[in-house]
């Protein structure tokens, strides 16, 4: 009983993969979360935060290959603590929450295994919408001086993203790593580091 009852849910679960499947365009939304951080800064150490990412997407079936562009909002940045020194010469600690809110459009190029397993790559154009900052003086001796301001964030960038995802029914989920191609602030040597993971649904 239990093995009949096994075969009848593997399938439920097939026959709309492999719906799915047979469709050439396919239209989808997708919602997660973003970790991310920031490394290249000089006498700074910089912790991850979490962010928001959501869009919409499409999947283009050709050939045993998919195309799959695709447009979401991200929230990326980093905790960053550091230290200066004021006009006593006293050392204040401070710690400032960066995050920057953008456009990500990917272009991805993928494949798919056993028709539940996806591999994907490709190039990812950024546009810069703002920024929101906190900054916190540890043990500020009431000199009221600033920390030094942060790098200004680029109006437009380039990176490339690259990851796995698992497909069930319409349900995909995914797991990919994004990184710069181009400079995201004015400092050059400043580079983001995110690991996203989303959920989405297929129409």
Known sequence: MIKNLLLILCCSL?????????????????????LSGMSGYDDVHTD??????????????????????????????????GTFTDVAGNAIDYERKQTEHAIDVPVLV?????KVVRLNAGPVFHY??????????????????????????????VGFQGGVGVDIWKINLDLRYDGNLS???????VRSNVFQFTAGFLF
């Open 128 to 157: 810069h919408l703002g920024t929101t900052e906190s900054v916190k003086v540890k043990n500020d001796a009431g000199s009221g001086i600033e920390p030094p301001p942060p790098s200004k964030w680029n109006t437009a960038g």
């Open 183 to 189: 400079h995201i602030v004015k400092d050059p040597s």
């Open 110 to 114: 993928g494949v798919k295994f056993l």
């Open 48 to 81: 991850n935060i979490a962010g928001l990412v959501a869009g919409a997407f499409v999947r283009i079936n050709i050939l045993g290959f998919y195309l799959q562009p695709e447009a979401v909002f991200t929230q990326k940045g980093a905790n960053v603590n």
């Open 14 to 34: 097939s026959l709309p993969a492999f719906s799915q499947e047979d469709k050439k365009v396919a239209f989808g939304v997708k919602a997660g979360v973003n």
